[in-house]
């Protein structure tokens, strides 16, 4: 979503990002004249007239789980985004009884908290855990 | 889910869709710190709105509350040809 027309996402869409992206962009892009919408989400950066890179992932039922507001010059990682997702989707898949520790993935170690883990974290979980292998 | 719209010269807008944004008051005494002030907030639910997409070839309408019981990633940037 941008303050752009449709127009305007339509010539984008023709002209370049259908030379980068085969078929073109696979979802809709949504048109926010005046940043109505953007200003909801807090995005809408007035004095410039534009949106900053926001994203926002929401679950099935509505529920913001989580949030990324960057300055315009730098691009977010599309990774780091479906980790989120794959994160929150398993959470919600143990119905909360499992936590992801930092920089977890799936097939890595989750937490069970609970009373019998209290203070007890470092012994099944390592900082090393939390970078890539 | 999303109706089909028609391209006219008028450009098509959207907005939020729902609650009213409260009136503002035109009382000059009143703080002027709304600005900034972000309405949305993790495990909040995310504000419903009404939107003119360009998806595949045509001009649709999309309501945010279309995609309940999906998983949706909402990203704004600052426009169009913006080079990152």
């Known amino acids: 979503m941008s303050v752009d027309s449709v127009f305007v996402h339509k010539m984008w869409d023709d002209h370049e990002l259908s030379k980068m992206v085969k078929g073109g962009i696979p979802f809709p892009m949504l048109s926010d004249g005046g940043g109505k919408v953007g200003s909801v989400f807090g995005v809408y950066l007035e004095d410039a007239g534009v949106e900053a890179r926001g994203r926002f992932i929401i679950d099935p039922d509505g529920i913001i789980q989580g949030f990324e507001v960057l300055t315009p010059p730098v691009g977010r990682n599309v990774m780091e985004s479906i980790r989120q997702i794959q994160a929150f989707q398993h959470v919600r898949k143990t119905k909360g009884a499992e936590a992801t520790p930092s920089g977890w993935k799936p097939g890595k170690l989750t937490l069970k908290p609970g009373p019998d883990l209290v203070g007890k974290v470092w012994e099944v979980w390592k900082t090393k855990m939390a970078f890539d292998d | ?84």
């Open chain 2, 1 to 84: 889910m999303a109706e089909e719209i028609k391209a006219g010269c008028a450009r098509p807008t959207g907005g939020p869709v729902g609650e009213k944004p409260k009136a503002k008051k035109e009382t000059p005494q009143e703080p002027i710190i709304q600005e900034g002030k972000s309405m949305v907030t993790v495990g909040k639910k995310a504000p419903d709105f009404a939107a003119p997409a360009y998806h595949k070839g045509k001009f649709i309408n999309v309501n945010l509350s279309d995609y309940l019981g999906k998983w949706v990633v909402l990203c704004f940037y600052p426009g169009d040809f913006t080079f990152v």
